[in-house]
């Protein structure tokens, strides 16, 4: 039973770890995403700057608006740009994760 208690310990330490890890980058988020965005890009880790600013507008614009026209314009704009664009991101992390 101590062996268990020992794993299980462990395991909580490191998604502590994590989880504060993540906790620090949501408030950066949460505070300035077109700076987070602008600092990714410069770092490398996500390609086509601008497209990530307009996916930020996007959501910006969806967030208070119940226009159906700016709702079909960024649904469109979901499946033509930012779904590659995550799509490309996801692909970047999983070689990242395996390396």
Not at 38 to 47: C, E, H, M, P, T
Request: a negative charge.
């Amino acid at each position: 039973m101590e062996q268990q208690d020992i794993r299980w310990k462990q395991r909580f330490q490191n998604f502590d770890k994590a989880f504060l890890r993540l906790s620090k980058a949501m408030q950066i988020i949460r505070k300035e995403p077109d700076n987070f965005l602008l600092q990714a890009f410069q770092s490398g880790y996500i390609q086509e700057g601008d497209l990530w600013l307009q996916a930020l507008n996007d959501r910006n614009l969806t967030t208070h608006t119940y226009d159906e026209e700016t709702a079909l314009s960024v649904a469109n704009n979901i499946q033509t740009s930012y779904f590659p664009l995550l799509k490309a991101l996801h692909t970047w992390l999983e070689i990242q994760a395996h390396d």
